[in-house]
């Protein structure tokens, strides 16, 4: 069974950093595209980006992340990692990781998500 | 960024009725549509992928159909479990966008 599980989330000011994590378990997590998405609570879905396997490579970000957040994955522990910096109060969402196909990162499946509160 | 256009925002319906919810991109994105259901407090639940091919262990009351612009996801008899909110999104092209989503509640 694929389990994804998110840690890491928090209420931090503005400007601040935060790291959070997501491990993957019930597949072979260094085959996958690994995702993030967030929500506003109450509010509709957002993409921030994904990470490819490690024979594509690379990663893609929404322009309102790009150049602040940075996805980064070690499959050796079967991690992926959302580095926020800068946040904003506008970052304040639930955080998804999800785990797409080989090639894609469509979200066919979805961790619980943690809160980010981006506060002062 | 491909727009999606979801409606309606929120429906009420009857257990047993049949309902409709559609969804519209702004460009043609081929089949490369999925449907999710959300629960309150829960993450999203993939139920429809490539516009109208159902995943593991999703009832068969669920379906989906259509392709480049237009498509309509149904739920054919509604079961009171069935309450949620439901999505869709496209992933023809980056960014992944998403509708605004469509709230579903008993009558």
């Known amino acids: 069974e694929v389990q994804l599980v998110e840690s890491g989330g928090g209420l931090v000011q503005p400007g601040r950093s935060l790291r959070l994590s997501c491990t993957g378990s019930g597949f072979i997590f260094g085959d996958y595209v690994m995702s993030w998405f967030r929500q506003v609570p109450g509010k509709g879905l957002e993409w921030v980006g994904f990470i490819r396997s490690k024979p594509f490579g690379g990663t893609e970000y929404a322009a309102s992340v790009k150049g602040r957040f940075i996805i980064a994955r070690d499959d050796s522990k079967s991690l992926a990692y959302l580095q926020m910096n800068s946040l904003q109060t506008e970052d304040t969402a639930v955080y998804y990781c999800t785990r797409g196909s080989m090639v894609r990162g469509v979200p066919f499946y979805w961790g619980q998500g943690t809160l980010v509160t981006v506060s002062s | 960024d491909i727009q999606m256009t979801q409606s309606p925002s929120s429906l009420s319906a009857s257990v047993g009725d049949r309902v409709t919810i559609t969804c519209q991109a702004s460009?043609?994105?081929?089949?490369?549509l999925n449907w999710y259901q959300q629960k309150p407090g829960k993450a999203p639940n993939l139920l429809i992928y490539d516009a109208s091919d159902l995943d593991t262990g999703v009832p068969s009351r669920f379906s989906g159909s259509g392709s480049g612009t237009d498509f309509t996801f149904t739920i054919s008899s509604l079961q009171p479990e069935d309450i949620a909110t439901y999505y869709c999104?496209?992933?023809?092209?980056?960014?992944?966008?998403f509708g605004q989503g469509t709230k579903l509640e008993i009558k």
């Open positions: 999104q496209q992933y023809d092209d980056l960014p992944y966008t």
């Open positions: 460009h043609d994105i081929r089949n490369y």
